[in-house]
């Protein structure tokens, strides 16, 4: 008899691999469930595409996960009587908010509450593992979950609602626990104005904390770029010095001196690229065309520029270093003409 292997996670880690290897494309504006942040530079640091919250193939599992269970709860909310509007009924749209840079979607409007049966209410759908329900249930949604409830009050302001309804359930034992929120206008009128002074912003916010080891710093995605003086990875239209957030919601490229047309193209940036002097730790020496700049790095100056005599922000992002000046590399743009830094 032919023995049956022992099990292995070979499957599992297959799924999780194929999930992390998708490309995610970066939000085009500032979301609604992120103005709640406590942190105003994590907020211009995420809108400028600098850094990304790298997450592995589980954690995307569970997000998909999140997203699937607003399927069940609209259909729970209806079996129970309540009315739920997934839609703009004129547009055939989902409910979305809109002003400027800054926006979001709602997971619905709902009318048939037992509690106020003729109100409506922004619905706002979340799961939580069972320790954060158990703190949700013991606090409320605004002490122990202030991003949703940041979340809520500007998507009330925004349909002109003055209520919401915020569903959450239990990943671990399906239990659910309903809340009704009220609008808190002077509130959600002050997150808007943050995110609007976030996204029209030129210069990067002060970090929430100095302090590397503090709690809501530690295990920040942009932990090694505040505390440890690294610089950003990332070379899209938005990290470039060439590049203004118009407050209208548009994006101005002064190199082209024209309008940038869409997120695809500001994710592909262009060879003109120059680093946004917030986002590297070295000091910038003044530029005399205004369309370069030059970098102290390691004590020398790198040009960056498109020119073959300096580098294009994707060299020096991949290997500071590397462009200093060292002999082989030197030899080898030269012999290779268009070669490029990569690492």
Known sequence: MVAIPPPTDTIPKRIFDALAAVKQ??????????IGHDCDRWLWLSFRWAVFEPFPGRVLRLFRRGQLEEFQVVSDLRAAGLTVYEYDQKTRRQFTISDGHFGGSLDGIVTGVPEAPNKMHVLEIKTHALKSFKELVAQGVQASKPMHYA?????????????????????????????????????????????????????????????????????????????????????????????????????????WDAPIPDVEAQIAGCDDHILHPDMVPWQMQPSEDGLTATWIIDGKPVLNTSKPEGFKSR???????????????????????GAEVVG
Not at 25 to 34: E, I, K, V
């Open 315 to 337: 060299e020096i992002v991949a290997n500071p270093s590397a462009c200093t000046g060292h002999p082989m590399i030197d030899e080898v743009r030269r012999v290779f003409p």
């Open 151 to 255: 979340q809520m009050q500007v998507y009330m302001l925004k349909r002109n609602i003055d209520r919401a309804l915020y569903f959450a359930v239990c990943k671990d034992d399906d239990q659910l626990h309903v809340e009704r929120v009220r609008l808190d206008k002077d509130f959600a009128l002050a997150l808007v104005a943050k995110a609007h002074r976030i996204t029209t912003s030129e210069r990067i916010p002060e970090p929430i904390s100095g302090d590397p080891t503090w709690y809501q710093c530690k295990w920040c995605a942009a932990h090694s770029f505040c505390h440890e003086k690294q610089p950003t990875k990332e070379t899209n239209c938005r990290t470039c010095a060439h590049v203004t957030a118009k407050p209208e919601g548009t994006w101005h490229c002064a190199r």
């Open 25 to 34: 494309q970066p939000r085009p504006h500032l979301g609604g469930s992120l």
